[in-house]
């Protein structure tokens, strides 16, 4: 018997998924490029004062699918 997925779960994955992906982006950008390329990084300082609104974004979807993997 199989388990179908609530609606709403479904609704929140495609409100999540953008900024998350965005996010893992980013920060594997700042991590590993930047860090090879030009040393050591503040990882996801310049995202924080070039974006807030795009970070804060990301952050919720990261947050909310950890919440969603555990429901």
Do not use: D, N
């Not at 999540?16 to 490029?33: K, Q």
Request: some cysteine.
């Amino acid at each position: 018997m199989e388990v179908e997925t609530p609606k709403w779960l479904k609704v929140l994955w495609i409100i999540v998924m953008p900024g998350l992906l965005l996010f893992i982006g980013r920060m594997t950008y700042e991590y590993i490029y930047l860090t090879y390329t030009y040393g050591q990084q503040m990882i996801g300082f310049s995202l924080i004062h070039l974006y807030p609104y795009l970070f804060i974004y990301m952050l919720f979807s990261f947050f909310a699918s950890i919440c969603w993997t555990i429901i």
